[in-house]
């Protein structure tokens, strides 16, 4: 499922503590986690694990800490069905990092302010 976050909605959701929010910068902060979360985000459906191996090029212990990483984040839900294991976005954790982020970011004021900052 494609994220579909309302930027207007941020405002009125609950903010992550600081450490929660580094840990997830952090699990975003390496490309190949990244890449495999865009492919997590853009699959219509969950993602099967081994659709995932397929596009990217890594070995099956390698995406395992990734998905490791990302589900420790709170970034991804992971289901096991039967001996196959399908990746999907967890909505929440991103509306609320959406709203952190935002707070730390003053209103802008335009590129010819001459607000001091």
Known sequence: MPIAIDPSSTKTKKKLPRSRQTAILK??????????????AKARCPLGCADALASLAIAPATL?????????????HSRRQGKFIYLSINPEVWSSLLASLAALAPAYCGPDSTAAR
């Open 27 to 40: 699990a975003l902060a390496d490309p190949t986690r990244f890449q495999l979360l865009e492919k997590i």
């Open 64 to 76: 395992s800490h990734h998905i490791k990483e990302l589900e420790t984040a709170g970034l991804i």
